[in-house]
Nanobody, 121 residues
């Protein structure tokens, strides 16, 4: 059984910063791409940032230069450092990871439970 737990959200003023964390636990053999998505009220879930097992990253245009995704494979953890936050960044942020279970032969996608980020103007 694999579990993703994301945390670090909160209420912050515009221009402020937050750091989100995503910890994977369970019978993990390997983690491929880790990513952060977000979903604002009335909108579809969108990709914010992703990082491959090799360290390659990609970002949504709306967060480039402000957000940084990173990972610590020794801790099975991904981070999202969010700086210069704007009210339009307000959303529930979800961690996503492609994980191969011990004894399995393929990667499955797992989701965290979500963490609320609210940016006030």
């Amino acid at each position: 059984q694999v579990q993703l737990v994301d945390s670090g959200g909160g209420l912050v003023q515009a221009g402020g910063s937050l750091r989100l964390s995503c910890v994977a636990s369970g019978s993990i053999a390997s983690i491929n791409t880790m990513a952060w998505y977000r979903q604002a009220p009335g909108k579809q879930r969108e990709l914010v940032a992703a990082i491959t097992s090799g360290g390659s990253t990609n970002y949504a245009d709306s967060v480039k230069g402000r957000f940084t995704i990173s990972r610590d494979d020794a801790k099975n953890t991904a981070y999202l450092q969010m700086n210069s936050l704007k009210p339009e960044d307000t959303a529930v942020y979800y961690c996503n990871a492609e994980i191969a279970n011990i004894g399995a032969w393929r990667y499955l996608k797992y989701w965290g439970q979500g963490t609320q980020v609210t940016v006030s103007s």
